[in-house]
């Protein structure tokens, strides 16, 4: 119906003619100028062909030209210039082709493609549709009120979007021909798409040979097309719409972060901007998906590139386990654990760091590891960093750092040096069941013996260390009621060093007469246990326990240490032999803590 009512319009405005009678672009010739519609053109043959199919089957007069410079073009004519003008405004205002076709001249246009075999150049101009017997045409001035909208109404039509048609399929012929059109990154990503479906599994080099002629066929085979090795436009188009699909529903679209100075794909579907804490832009999650995205902007040199990748491993959005990789101009940090999996790269490019972080939950790896790609190879830099004034005061803490939580270990005590090499002892409750075991959140470490009787355990850290000083142990019996101090990491590691905390010994066995414990009368916390115990003179005589557990609570003043016997027996099972202090009068205090200080160490517990 369209074609026969543009048709009939055309028919009846063609000046000096009755309406309603077939007239042919030729009469109109001797008066006027034969001139064409151009709707496209294309840089490929191929492309071009596909959509001169796609024009025919809706509207008529459609052909297709060489232009010249590699470049072919789809015209519709060819008309008188009166006509061409009526089928430009009726055909564009109706959304039939682009807003931006226009009227050309023969002499724009070389040899003939399409339709097959035509060549209208040579042969004349064609005659217009003839549909009289199809359709009656309407008087002249319905002609006028069908044909010619009102402003308004032309506006609306054109401002419409053209919907975008399918592409046809190609010959094998003709898809080679648009495949010699793909650039080298455009065929390297056709591999790594075959290779994702489960196709190819070769180098990704764009190399098309016959490993990848022959994934193509198979990958043809598998989605009932005809199998010739050879990819069309068609399938191109399908293939990448199933590598994808895996993105549907994220919303990934292109953000300019003006003030980070960042342009990149985000998941827009799955997060929003939230704030700015320097050197992050924060984007949370505004749905089901637990994801976070952070871009990265600062300026600085190496050594705050290298200062970020050590911060970045302290956060709680960094798990301890992953791959992670830093030079002297980028890093990238992988972390993952059994909720979620976070990747950040970052880059130092004139005076400014760069880059982003996506935390996504564990178990939906394919999705994940497509986003980052995107993410990646989207990502521009601009001018602009991130002012490190910006970002919320309020919302400073000693356990956040930019707005992100400081990872904590799930349990931490305290632990002293007993040999020269950073060989440690602390206590048994600190060392179950641990993922990771840490001395001074530094240095990994692990265990050599547990002794659960004791409530003894001895770590050896995975590389030598060298203590600024080592446990001395006292060799005479102590005295009752003598003081006696205690160096801890008191506050679970908030504080940078240990805490001292002064008491008395109130008995050399436990409140059951037990052997191997001293009972001391002084107030401790948790964080204290495993920590070493000072006699007056500055020797160790032994090493602070938890609080028993029990449903009889004890006094707070009420602790008990290990002795220097039980401490012997345990560094002997570790092929360690405790070193004797030096017979010495009273200690002073500070003297005493400056000791303690160079001994004792913070042991952590991570999962």
């Known amino acids: 119906m369209r074609k026969m009512v543009v048709a009939a319009m055309l028919a009846t405005g063609m000046s000096g003619l009755a309406a309603g009678v077939a007239t042919t672009p030729a009469a109109a010739q001797s008066a006027q100028e034969v001139v064409w519609v151009q709707i496209e053109a294309h840089p490929s043959l191929a492309t071009a062909t596909a959509r001169a199919r796609i024009y025919a089957g809706s509207i008529d007069d459609v052909n297709g030209f060489a232009l010249g410079g590699g470049w072919y073009g789809i015209a519709l004519g060819p008309y008188a210039r009166d006509d061409a003008e009526q089928v430009l405004r009726v055909y564009r205002a109706d959304g039939l082709i682009p807003r931006d076709a226009y009227i050309a001249e023969t002499s724009d246009y070389r040899q003939q493609f399409w339709p097959l075999g035509a060549n209208v150049l040579n042969q004349g101009v064609i005659d217009a549709p003839d549909v009289a017997a199809e359709e009656p045409a309407a008087p002249a001035d319905t002609q006028v009120a069908t044909t010619e909208a009102t402003p308004e109404a032309a506006t609306d039509a054109e401002s419409a979007p053209l919907p975008e048609p399918e592409p046809a399929d190609e010959t094998p012929t003709e898809a080679r021909r648009s495949e010699q059109l793909l650039t080298r990154e455009e065929r390297m990503d056709l591999q790594v798409m075959l290779k994702w479906a489960g196709f190819y599994d070769a180098a990704i080099d764009g190399a098309f040979g016959r490993g990848t002629r022959n994934s193509m066929a198979a990958w043809q085979e598998a989605n009932a097309f005809d199998v010739t090795g050879i990819l069309t436009t ?48 924060h984007y949370d999650a505004t749905g089901d998906i637990p994801a976070k995205v952070l871009l990265i902007s600062q300026r600085g040199d190496r050594d705050t590139l290298y200062g970020l990748y050590d911060i970045m491993q302290t956060l709680e959005i960094v798990p301890l386990e992953g791959p ?82 400081v990872r904590k270990p799930r349990i931490a005590r305290s632990g002293f040096y007993v040999d020269s090499a950073g060989l440690v002892m602390t206590t048994s409750e600190a060392v179950q069941s641990c993922t990771r075991l840490t001395i001074d959140d530094e240095y990994d470490a692990d265990v050599v013996a547990d002794d659960a009787a004791s409530g003894i355990a001895v770590l050896r850290p995975q590389e ?123 200690s002073e205090p500070e003297d005493i803590t400056q000791t303690a200080v160079g001994m004792t160490v913070l042991v952590s517990c991570w999962d």
């Open 234 to 281: 068609l399938q191109r188009k399908t293939l990448k719409n199933q590598y994808n699909a895996v993105l549907d529903g994220l919303g990934l679209e292109r953000v300019l972060d003006a003030q980070a100075g960042i342009e990149m794909m985000i998941p827009t579907g799955v997060v929003a901007f939230d704030r700015y804490e320097p050197p992050f832009a």
């Open 324 to 405: 992670r990789e830093r030079s002297d101009k980028d890093f990238v940090l992988i972390g993952e654990n059994g909720t979620m999996v976070s990747e950040t790269r970052a880059t130092l490019q004139d005076g400014k760091i760069k880059g982003f972080t996506l935390i996504w939950p564990a178990g939906d790896e394919e999705r994940r590891r497509r986003l980052i790609g995107e993410m990646d190879k989207s990502f521009i830099r601009l001018e602009a960093a991130l002012d490190p004034a910006a970002g919320d005061p309020s919302e400073q803490a000693v356990d956040l750092v930019a707005g992100l939580d």
């Open 464 to 586: 030598p260390l060298a203590p600024l000083s080592v446990a001395r142990f006292s060799t005479g019996a102590p005295r009752l009621q003598s003081e006696v101090a205690v160096a801890g990491y008191s506050y679970d590691g908030v504080l940078s060093a240990p805490s001292m905390t002064f008491g008395k010994l109130a008995d050399v066995r436990g409140l059951q007469g037990e052997s191997g414990v001293y009972r001391l009368a002084m107030t401790t916390l948790p964080g204290d246990a495993g920590g070493p115990v000072f006699d007056a003179m500055g020797s160790v005589m032994g090493m602070l326990l938890p609080k028993p557990r029990g449903s009889r609570a004890l006094p707070d003043e009420v602790v008990f240490a290990a002795d220097t016997n039980v401490i012997r027996q345990v560094l002997a099972s570790a092929g360690v032999s405790i070193k004797a202090a030096a017979e010495t009068g009273p």
